[in-house]
């Protein structure tokens, strides 16, 4: 069982780009700014700090977004994605140039002592992109951040995000053979349960606790009662116990310890 699910209190990076992205053209020269800036350079100290301090007590994982999500600091959703409608191509090597710098980025993440990647794999949500659109700007990208974990091997997280606009409802079956170790999707925005998710990926999945649920803003006693029933519904088939989504560590500390409680309780009942 792991405390939370996605991204507790995360503060993970988000390089900034060599250029704004005012007009789709712009994509054919941009570059991300990663290793050897500060903001890189300071997450890769904290891993290197927390690796000494927890040992081999802990598995370390440090969260990793794809080039889409890094361009979104450079230029809004909708005018991104009126890019991708405009110009396809100068957004696809625009993102795969970007991409380079977050394989160098996940290099280094890995050198400096985190056991593998929790990465965040976006732009798959219901009205966004057709399937062939997905398929030739988003996939290849994620691919080549994964294959950096999965050709050391390292574990990989991997947590299927949709954003709010989109209700949040994701085509999973698209992510069905991403490499991972371990898989994490919003069972309450798009009603798949562990289950029905074990079933699609065919292995361990992280989840069960609604992020906006107890976890957010009930009582411990709430939080206890979701832990378990999650737990249940895993059936004791290989399971992680988490968040569907992002939770707040620094507010939410009381319940997240309670729901690492819970599990723990509930396995030392099993056994």
Sequence with gaps: ??????????????????????????????????VGTPRVEAQLEIIRRLRERAGDEVMLFTTMFGPFQHACSAASDARMMAHCAEDPESVRLGASAMTVELERCAEAF?????????????????????????????????LRILDCARHRGKRILLHICGERMYDAKIHLDWYADYPADIVNW????NGLSLAEGRALFHRP???????????????????????????????????????????????????????????????????
């Design 1 to 34: 069982m792991v405390e939370g699910g996605c991204r507790i209190g995360c503060r993970c990076v988000r390089c900034p780009l060599s250029r704004d992205l005012s007009e789709a053209s712009d994509w054919r020269r941009v570059r991300l700014e990663g």
């Design 186 to 189: 919003s069972i309450s925005d």
């Design 110 to 142: 890995l050198d400096a002592g985190a056991d593998g990647l929790y990465y965040s794999a976006q732009y798959g949500e219901i009205g966004r992109f057709s399937h062939e659109e997905w398929s030739t700007l988003v996939r290849p990208m994620d």
């Design 205 to 271: 999945v992280l989840g069960g606790m609604n992020n906006r649920g107890s976890l957010g803003n009930g009582t411990l006693e709430e939080v206890v009662r979701e832990a378990n029933a999650a737990i249940e519904a895993s059936g004791g088939e290989p399971f992680m116990l988490g968040a569907d989504c992002t939770i707040r560590g620094e507010r939410d500390l009381d319940r997240i310890a309670a729901a690492v409680q819970a599990a723990h309780t509930h396995r030392t009942k099993e056994g």
